[in-house]
């Protein structure tokens, strides 16, 4: 049988772009939310033995719990297979216990995804001590992708004469990747944080005055440590700072956070909706499922 794709809500333009760059059926999950939050999952009355499920994991609980709902079901009416495309996956980050009360979120969501999926396809997993994912979501066929050559194919569309920066060490392997598709100068600041909420950066010994900076990041979720970075960067005398980023959290006040900081474009690509998307990953992904397909 032909797969078909199942969008969620805040998943539906693009799991129904996706479909269309493969020619395949899609239909949408439905889910009502109750009064005391509790969710009420859907699946289309179309049955097919292999499901591809279209949700990026940002703000998360909500989402898990309703696509643990929607996989358990599918698999109730007889689905054979189960791939997850999930271009920003979360929990990544919490990979060991700093505190022996603490539970590490990433081995546990891991293994609860091995146990619903055949398939992950992911863009970018923020990993920091733990490289391979096939460690932390075990038995299942993990295909993870990058947005990198997409993001340097952007800052050579703006033909300009651009300096990329990483705003911590952290990004340092995504901005050099982006660097030598798009054939730039790249650095990177060191960030010291104390909280959640407070960051302080230094910037490389290098000439900013009057340079174009694009901050480049896999993640963007509050904004403060861009911010920083952006605010160092004007007092060295950069002509203009712009942010490029990969996966769109922006938490409540992140925008008012960059706003403030004299950001003047921000740029995204649309693994999490959101109004600064300008860069599309449907063929990224497509491209990798139709693997899975083929090897159905």
């Not at 969501?109 to 932390?136: A, C, K, M």
Request: with cysteine; proline share 5%; hydrophobic share 40%.
């Amino acid at each position: 049988m032909t797969p078909v794709i199942y969008t969620f809500p805040d998943y539906q333009q693009q799991g129904k772009h996706l479909a269309e760059s493969l020619n395949l059926p899609c239909f949408d999950v439905q889910v009502h939310h109750f009064p005391d939050k509790e969710s009420l999952v859907t699946l289309p009355p179309q049955k097919n033995q292999h499901i591809i499920f279209c949700l990026s994991l940002d703000y998360p609980n909500n989402k898990l719990i309703e696509l643990f709902f929607a996989a358990k079901t599918a698999r109730q009416q007889g689905a054979k297979r189960l791939s997850l495309v999930a271009p920003y996956l979360s929990y990544m980050r919490q990979d060991k216990s700093f505190h022996a009360e603490e539970a590490v979120s990433q081995q546990i969501i891991g293994q609860w995804l091995s146990e619903l999926f055949d398939d992950l396809v992911t863009v970018d997993p923020h990993l920091h001590r733990v490289i391979n994912l096939d460690s932390v979501i075990p038995d299942t066929n993990i295909m993870i992708l990058t947005a990198a050559p997409l993001l340097g194919e952007f800052v050579k569309s703006l033909a300009k004469n651009i300096i990329l920066m990483g705003p911590d060490e952290e990004s340092l392997q995504w901005v050099k990747q982006v660097a030598s598709i798009c054939d730039v100068s790249y650095a990177v600041a060191t960030k010291t944080r104390y909280s959640d909420a407070n960051v302080s950066i230094q910037l490389p010994k290098m000439k900013f005055e009057n340079q174009h900076v694009i901050l480049i990041d896999d993640v963007l979720s509050t904004g403060n440590t861009v911010a920083q970075t952006a605010i160092q960067l004007y007092s060295s005398g950069a002509r203009q700072v712009d942010v490029l980023v990969t996966h769109a959290l922006f938490s409540k006040d992140a925008m008012s956070t960059l706003e403030k900081s004299n950001i003047k474009n921000i740029y995204s690509t649309d693994s999490i909706p959101h109004k600064t998307n300008c860069i599309s990953l449907t063929h990224l992904l497509s491209e990798k499922i139709k693997i899975i397909i083929e090897t159905r």
